[in-house]
């Protein structure tokens, strides 16, 4: 069995809560390094995943010929900057979310992986939607059953980072109350770069493009230099309204999407912890509950960018795609600074 070498880059929760767990269970990874400035993150990690190698300075780790491919899970700012390194040096990228915070950012890096066309470049959260349940509610928009979804709304929130941030300090025996997503020199974006790329994801995927955007950013709770809430209202291509929401203020994580159509509604959250789908069908005034799967196979997302790296194919979520998430939360920024509608070209 032919493995693939990856070399995770930031040592943080996603990276010992997420990636490296799912990595691990997969047959066809080898785990070859991880990097964080931190020394003291890297070692633990490398010792709790057993991973052989771990570096302070994350171009140790691109100059490895064991690694074939990287996962960058690093603060926001520094995933345009560390992905192009790892394309310069013929890696496989996996980009966590969001690709850049600033459209320069993500214009370089759509540049650099044109450029090395043969390394394959996955840019999340696109691959989370690639499940069951969203396939269900696409299926039902393209043949119709909704009639004209003249109006949606996404909102995709939680309390905050605070605790994620202080948990994962405590792991490394740190001291707790250094949360960077706070800080607007670390982070570059709040709440809107942070979880409304998730809003701003699902709605792209359901409903296509923005063709322009209006929005309301504020810091309503939090002590931060960032904002704690967001909210979109865009018009896409497709002609309809949707309002996409986010927010670190609230009780806890819901998921929540509605989609209002001439024909029928769906209904879709998490509120209970597990996420539902709820169809309302204006034909015989009927609620639709369908039994559907969680996801379409386990690890998903770093099952998919593995095979894609050994079967030569496109993984789900582009640059391209990635920069124009980018775009549109650039220009919400724009427009809440300056309080107009932005256009969308």
């Known amino acids: ?26 047959d066809e990874v080898n785990l070859v ?8 993150r890297a070692k633990a990690t490398a010792g709790r995943f057993k991973v052989s190698h771990w570096y302070t300075d994350h171009r140790e780790l691109l100059e490895s010929k064991d690694v074939d491919a990287v996962i960058v899970a690093t603060p926001h700012p520094t995933h345009s900057p560390i992905a192009i390194e790892a394309i310069e040096a013929g890696k496989h990228v996996l980009v ?21 066309g043969e390394v394959k470049v996955m840019v999340l959260p696109f691959v989370y939607f690639d499940n069951p349940r969203i396939d269900y509610v696409k299926r039902l928009i393209a043949r119709g059953a909704l009639g004209k979804v003249c109006m949606a709304r996404v909102r995709v929130a939680h309390s905050g980072p605070e605790k994620y941030q202080d948990d994962v300090a405590r ?13 607007e ?16 994801t699902m709605a792209v995927v359901l409903l296509g493009r923005a063709r322009r955007v209006s929005s309301f950013m504020s810091t309503l709770d939090k002590k931060a230099t960032v904002e704690d809430s967001a909210a979109l209202i865009m018009e896409t291509e497709g002609q309809s309204i949707v309002v996409a929401e986010t927010a670190w203020t609230q009780a806890r994580g819901i998921d929540e999407v509605s989609l209002y159509g ?52 496109q993984p789900i979520g582009t640059v391209e795609e990635g920069r124009y998430l980018v775009q549109v939360m650039e220009a919400a920024r724009r427009s809440s600074r300056e309080r107009r509608i932005v256009e969308i070209s």
């Open 262 to 313: 001439t024909k029928g509604i769906v209904l879709y959250d998490n509120s209970m912890g597990d996420s539902t789908v709820r169809y309302y069908r204006s034909s015989d005034s009927t609620w639709v509950m369908p039994s559907l799967p969680r996801e379409k196979e386990p690890q998903h997302t770093h099952r998919h960018f593995v095979t894609c790296i050994l079967e030569d194919e």
């Open 33 to 40: 390094a991880v990097a964080d400035i931190k020394a003291n």
């Open 171 to 183: 792991m490394f025996k740190e001291e707790p109350g250094d949360t960077w997503f706070l800080d």
């Open 1 to 26: 069995m032919h493995k693939i070498g990856i070399g995770v880059i930031g040592c943080g929760g996603i990276a010992n809560y997420f990636h490296l767990p799912e990595l691990r269970s997969i």
């Open 185 to 200: 020199s670390r982070a570059d974006g709040g709440a809107l770069f942070d979880m409304g790329v998730y809003s701003v």
């Open 96 to 116: 966590q979310k969001p690709m850049a915070t600033k459209l320069s950012d993500a214009d370089a890096l759509v540049e650099s992986a044109t450029k090395r």
